[in-house]
């Protein structure tokens, strides 16, 4: 009994660690929808491990009812799991989650397979999955791992790892701003590579600026072969001149949007 109460009293701690909305215990205790779902899973889990199928999916379908989150009895959940605000978050049978790991609402943990068998996403220690991200298939996603807000998740993230987009890619944590030509060339042409969170670099801006830095460098090398045509004395046609980076700003649309008095 005093491990039951343990349990609960660190699942209500770690909702003050993780939603700085949570007023007092009591608020936790009767309107945390996530905090209900995980106390449901617990006693309709031990149901499906006795053998009582029926009754556990019965309780599980009253927690989906009462709380807008479904978790399958047969997942296995670690411990001071949280899932905040929850509606939507949908938990397959043979998932596995580990301790410290927090889901937020419309999260999807599936399968790919109608076969028997390991066929649901495992959550590693501290893994965080940003809203209506859907992660799909026995993938195993690694200790502190981030999952990005509407990413489809379909191949495994290694530990400590960010993953965004549909489908997902890995974000590489070191990328930065390494030259200044490609920031004046981003932002003759309107783009900017950190525009949705500023710590937080997308892969197909990291592209574009590969391609940005790319298109530089041919710049530069078309300048040198031309001074050196011309310091050799080496004749060669003119070609058409090349348009100006200056002249690709994209325009904002609001910009030509009718004002409303």
């Not at 209900?36 to 031990?46: E, K």
């Not at 556990?56 to 009462?66: E, G």
């Not at 045509?229 to 994209?250: K, T």
């Amino acid at each position: 009994m005093n491990a039951i109460i343990d349990r609960v009293k660190e699942d209500i701690a770690c909702v003050f660690e993780r939603d700085p909305a949570a007023q007092s215990v009591w608020e936790v205790i009767t309107a945390y929808p996530g905090f209900h779902a995980v106390l449901i899973h617990r006693l309709s889990h031990r149901c499906w491990t006795a053998g009582y199928r029926w009754l556990a999916r019965f309780i599980s379908h009253i927690a989906r009812w009462l709380t807008g989150i479904e978790i399958h009895p047969g997942a296995r959940i670690g411990r001071r799991f949280f899932i905040d605000h929850g509606m939507g978050v949908v938990i397959g049978e043979t998932a596995v989650i580990g301790d410290d790991c927090t889901l937020y609402h419309g999260v999807t943990l599936g399968g790919t397979s109608w076969k028997k068998g390991k066929r649901h996403p495992t959550l590693h220690d501290g893994v965080v999955v940003g809203a209506g991200a859907k992660i799909l298939g026995p993938i195993d996603i690694g200790e502190g791992a981030r999952v990005g807000s509407n990413s489809v998740v379909l191949k495994p993230v290694p530990a400590g790892a960010t993953v965004v987009g549909i489908p997902g890619h890995l974000i590489d944590p070191n990328i930065k701003k390494e030259k200044a030509e490609r920031e004046a060339i981003a932002y003759r042409m309107g783009f900017d590579p950190y525009g949705a969170k500023a710590d937080m670099p997308d892969p197909v801006a990291n592209a574009i600026n590969r391609m940005l830095d790319h298109i530089h460098a041919m710049d530069q090398q078309l300048e040198t072969m031309k001074k050196a045509l011309d310091e050799a004395g080496i004749h060669y046609p003119e070609p058409p001149p090349i348009p100006r980076l200056e002249g690709c700003e994209i325009e904002d649309g609001y910009q030509n949007e009718p004002k409303h008095d």
